[in-house]
């Protein structure tokens, strides 16, 4: 069963902060993955894709991936009141043209 | 402004009653996904399109049909809904097949009475 974890949360952090949102999935040979926001009764929007180990910036946001570790991470730096939502990970599975979407975490930023 | 839509953002339909949603894009991309999604849970893929070739998901109960007549729209049927089908409805695109980004609409929330 191929699978992609995330801590449900809430996650809280006071704003201003680092918010740090971690993901872990089973295939090792997942190439692409992909970060998305989804504010409370919206749909997911699209906002970080990487696909090699390392760290990629886009303003506010960094994501980092270490496959050996079969982890991909976003940090938020400057969290704003606006960057609480619900943040989902998703996944391709190498043995076909799908991505899987973790549960997310729900990601609170405290005024 | 290239987009996804869907309609209608809200539906209600009775218990048993076919219901229809519907999706288009001007992105022109050729990859079209349906997704269902229940309250805090991962988005479910259902179905997907590569240009008009067809892809059902194992696990997608017989209920559920799609119909993607040309590049821009796509339709998701439920034939008899059950209570149990009460959720947010997704359609996504993307610009070609395998793992690639996708770009949702703003989803149909079906409500079962």
């Known amino acids: 069963q191929k699978e992609v974890e995330q801590n449900s949360g809430p996650l809280s952090v006071p704003e201003g902060a680092i918010a740090s949102l971690n993901c872990t999935y089973s295939d090792r040979g997942s190439q692409s993955f992909f970060w998305y926001r989804q504010y409370s009764g919206k749909s997911p929007e699209l906002i970080m894709s990487i696909y090699s180990n390392g760290d990629k910036e886009d303003g506010r946001f960094t994501a980092q991936l270490n496959k050996a570790s079969q982890y991909v991470s976003l940090l938020i730096r400057d969290s704003q009141p606006s960057d609480s939502a619900t943040y989902l990970c998703?996944?391709?599975?190498?043995?076909?043209?799908?991505?899987?979407f973790g549960k997310g975490t729900r990601l609170h930023i405290l005024p | 402004d290239a987009m996804v839509i869907q309609n209608p953002r809200y539906q209600v339909t009775q218990f048993g009653k076919p219901v229809t949603l519907s999706c288009s894009q001007t992105l022109n991309h050729n990859v079209m996904y349906w997704y269902q999604q229940k309250s805090s849970q991962a988005p479910k893929l259902l179905f997907h399109y590569y240009d008009k070739d067809f892809n059902n998901e194992a696990d997608t109960p017989d209920n559920f049909q799609s119909r993607r007549p040309n590049t821009s729209f796509c339709f998701l049927d439920i034939r008899s809904p059950g209570l149990g089908d009460a959720a947010m409805y997704l359609c996504?695109?993307?610009?070609?097949?395998?793992?690639?980004?996708?770009?949702f609409g703003p989803g149909t929330r079906l409500t079962v009475t």
């Open positions: 996504a695109t993307s610009a070609r097949q395998g793992p690639q980004e996708q770009y």
């Open positions: 998703a996944v391709n599975m190498l043995e076909d043209d799908k991505i899987i």
